[in-house]
């Protein structure tokens, strides 16, 4: 598993709205396929949150590349490989 970390630059919040349905439809696409299985927005908004499925980081940084977010040029991923040992994921309520 993977916790990937988006990270905004200061005042690039309009041009990332601009790409808010580009960047849901890229989201939905990998919920449906199981591989992105949360999605948040960090508070304050500094960036988001993914909670990714999958051992494959090359394939992870493939997904990452994907996101319309990038093209501005001022989004940065950090990504973390996990491993987890307990959950309680059925129980949250999106």
């Known amino acids: 598993m993977f916790l990937l970390l988006l990270h905004y630059d200061d005042g690039v919040l309009d041009e990332l709205d601009a790409l808010i349905p580009e960047h849901y439809e ?11 299985l949360l999605t948040a927005r960090r508070d304050p908004r500094v960036g988001g949150v993914v909670l990714a499925s999958g051992t494959d980081r090359a394939r992870i940084e493939e997904i990452i590349a994907e996101d319309p977010f990038l093209r501005t040029g001022r989004v940065r991923y950090e990504v973390i490989a996990i491993e987890a040992t307990r959950s309680a994921l059925a129980g949250i309520t999106v």
Do not use: E, N, P, Q
């Open 26 to 36: 890229y989201v939905d696409r990998h919920m449906r396929a199981g591989t992105f």
